[in-house]
């Protein structure tokens, strides 16, 4: 399998995000493979969270500096900020987003003998807060954080790329939501959601609205 992180397929670095600096000693769980940054991890001496947007791209560093990934923020929230890619050349856009499909895709085509299935799920796949249901030529997403919640227009795009779905709906109304301080909604972003989808569970096939 490709490697999500094939610094091979992604595009250069670019200096335009800012810093995000821990404090001293907080790396350490981060480079045992952690993605989730806690809010008091944070050295808001050097970089108060209240100079963030919440979902700005930062790029994140050790209190010496050293760079340690790429993340997206949320001020406002316990978890201030997760992990996105690690290289330096892996700057978050549409091409990672797209890499990142593809290998989930890649995983689910190999396990799956139809299209029905959790294609994308969450920090397991290399994209937090985000989660995708293939159900045939449908698909259903939910985006829990606000970070992915600004890369949504990159997403659909990836996503419509790759798979052109028939519809694409947004079921965005977890409580998860809440936390995040984003408002909860249910929209299409590609297509025109069907009346009814068919579902597959092994041999079941059955019909829902």
Same mark, same amino acid.
């Not at 209240?50 to 209190?63: A, H, N, P």
């Not at 990934?69 to 549409?94: E, F, K, M, S, T």
């Given at each position: 399998?490709?490697?999500?992180?094939?610094?091979?397929l992604?595009?250069?670095?670019s200096?335009?995000?800012s810093?995000?600096?821990?404090?001293?000693g907080?790396?350490?769980r981060?480079?045992?493979?952690?993605?989730w940054v806690?809010?008091?991890?944070?050295?808001?001496?050097?970089?108060?969270?209240?100079?963030?947007?919440? =979902? !700005?791209?930062v790029? /994140?560093?050790?209190?010496?500096?050293?760079?340690? &990934?790429?993340?997206? +923020?949320?001020?406002? #929230?316990?978890?201030?900020?997760?992990?996105?890619a690690?290289?330096?050349?892996?700057?978050?856009?549409?091409?990672?987003l797209?890499h990142?499909?593809?290998?989930?895709?890649?995983l689910?085509?190999?396990?799956?003998r139809?299209p029905?299935?959790?294609?994308?799920? =969450? !920090?397991?796949?290399? /994209?937090?807060g985000?989660v995708?249901?293939?159900? &045939?030529?449908?698909? +259903?997403?939910?985006? #829990?954080?606000?970070?992915?919640?600004?890369?949504?227009?990159?997403?659909?795009?990836?996503?419509g790329?790759?798979?052109?779905?028939?519809?694409?709906?947004w079921k965005?109304?977890?409580?998860s939501?809440?936390?995040?301080?984003?408002?909860?909604?249910?929209?299409? =972003?590609?297509?025109?959601?069907p009346?009814?989808?068919?579902l597959?569970?092994?041999?079941?096939?059955?019909?829902?609205p």
């Amino acid at each position: 399998m490709i490697s999500p992180d094939d610094p091979l397929l992604m595009p250069s670095a670019s200096s335009a995000q800012s810093e995000l600096r821990l404090r001293r000693g907080e790396d350490r769980r981060l480079r045992a493979g952690h993605l989730w940054v806690f809010s008091n991890e944070i050295d808001t001496a050097a970089t108060p969270l209240s100079g963030f947007q919440s =979902g !700005e791209l930062v790029r /994140l560093t050790s209190d010496r500096e050293q760079f340690l &990934g790429y993340a997206y +923020v949320n001020p406002h #929230a316990l978890i201030c900020a997760r992990i996105l890619a690690r290289g330096p050349a892996l700057v978050p856009d549409q091409s990672l987003l797209a890499h990142r499909l593809k290998v989930a895709l890649s995983l689910r085509e190999r396990l799956y003998r139809e299209p029905y299935y959790r294609l994308v799920f =969450g !920090e397991s796949d290399g /994209l937090p807060g985000l989660v995708l249901d293939r159900y &045939g030529d449908v698909l +259903v997403g939910q985006i #829990a954080t606000a970070g992915m919640e600004a890369l949504r227009a990159d997403l659909e795009a990836a996503i419509g790329k790759l798979l052109a779905p028939r519809a694409l709906v947004w079921k965005n109304d977890g409580g998860s939501r809440d936390l995040e301080q984003l408002p909860k909604q249910i929209l299409t =972003g590609i297509g025109r959601m069907p009346d009814e989808l068919t579902l597959a569970e092994g041999d079941l096939k059955y019909t829902v609205p």
